[in-house]
């Protein structure tokens, strides 16, 4: 009997503290860009995959990137056992040898690759002029988003709403001067997108209904929507998906198929098959995009193929600076 086992390669693990010192968005966008620019493959990336209990739940995003040396997936596992506690983790493999060469902290790489994303299609959609913004929510994904999107946009003045004053507070002040633009704290949604260019919802509702009225929005608005990305989770009013002249989606069954904002307007009977547009589809120019006119909504559920472009990034980035931890162990690769 002959031994087919092959000597492992090294393992790199990077930490939260390392994807911190890592993260570039600019990076992170140019990635997202190329790998997009290319049409959809549901074989190289399907869809997400689900498995659950009363307690517990997993989620696996899979890809196989058409560009690169790397490919894997990330697990984000959830339990109820004491509140809700959320980890995620993204494994990457050759794909000449089939070793594990790397094991990421996702829970930034999410965030990082989600803001890189959401920017990238933003800029298929946003007029070229200088933008009042309207931002809902004050956390981590905000403020991640309102950065990135900077990059694409220029801001003439900020308006933020979050239910706790001192955070809304404390976002308008961190934020004051970005593009130059005046950031300010308002006391309700409405007043955060009343007249706004360009509205970032980036807060849930807590009872799962919409976090903003359709009536607010103007008629040439440009609104990102990155909260409902699950069957059970609304972020926008039907009425405003019905009044939407063009949605860009980061994946077109998971966001048509799977995010419940999506779900509920065709439950009302609205053909949104007209509106809806592929990110890919949009960066090749293969949509017709009125920047200036009417209501226009990039909408993401997320993609494996985003977190994997973006962690290969990450390792490539953390091997030229001698950051991660090489782990002493690895799983063996068998030859069949």
Not at 113 to 130: E, L, Y
């Amino acid at each position: 009997m002959t031994d087919d086992t092959l000597s492992p390669s090294p393992l790199l693990f990077l930490s939260d503290t390392d994807i911190a010192e890592l993260s570039d968005i600019e990076a992170a966008m140019e990635v997202i860009r190329d790998v997009y620019s290319t049409p959809e493959d549901h074989v190289r990336t399907p869809g997400r995959i689900f498995a659950e209990s009363p307690q517990e739940w997993m989620r696996i995003m899979p890809s196989v990137p058409a560009a690169g040396r790397l490919f894997g997936a990330k697990s984000i596992v959830g339990s109820f056992a004491d509140g809700l506690s959320v980890s995620y983790l993204i494994t990457l493999f050759d794909k000449q040898t089939a070793d594990l060469v790397a094991l990421l902290d996702g829970n930034r790489v999410t965030g990082l690759r989600t803001a890189a994303t959401t920017a990238v299609g933003v800029s298929t959609i946003i007029p070229d002029h200088p933008v009042s913004v309207g931002v809902i929510g004050s956390g981590f994904e905000a403020r991640s988003h309102l950065q990135a999107l900077s990059h694409v946009a220029q801001f003439s003045t900020i308006h933020v709403f979050s239910p706790t004053e001192e955070n809304r507070r404390a976002f308008a002040r961190d934020f004051d001067g970005l593009n130059g633009a005046t950031a300010t704290p308002v006391s309700s949604a409405e007043a955060a997108v009343d007249g706004a260019d360009l509205i970032l919802c980036a807060a849930r509702s807590r009872d799962e209904t919409p976090i903003i009225e359709a009536q607010c929005i103007g008629q040439n608005a440009t609104v990102v929507s990155i909260g409902s990305t699950t069957p059970g989770q609304r972020e926008l009013p039907v009425e405003l998906l019905e009044q939407a002249s063009t949605i860009v989606v980061d994946t077109y069954d998971e966001v048509v198929h799977g995010s419940g904002d999506m779900l509920a307007a065709q439950a009302q009977g609205i053909d949104l098959t007209p509106k809806v547009t592929t990110l890919s589809a949009a960066l090749r120019g293969e949509a017709v995009i009125d920047k200036n006119r009417g209501i226009r909504i990039y909408k993401s559920t997320g993609s494996g193929l985003q977190d994997i472009a973006v962690a290969e990034m990450l390792v490539n980035r953390a091997r030229a600076a001698e950051l991660g931890t090489k782990l002493p162990v690895n799983i063996i690769t068998t030859r069949k």
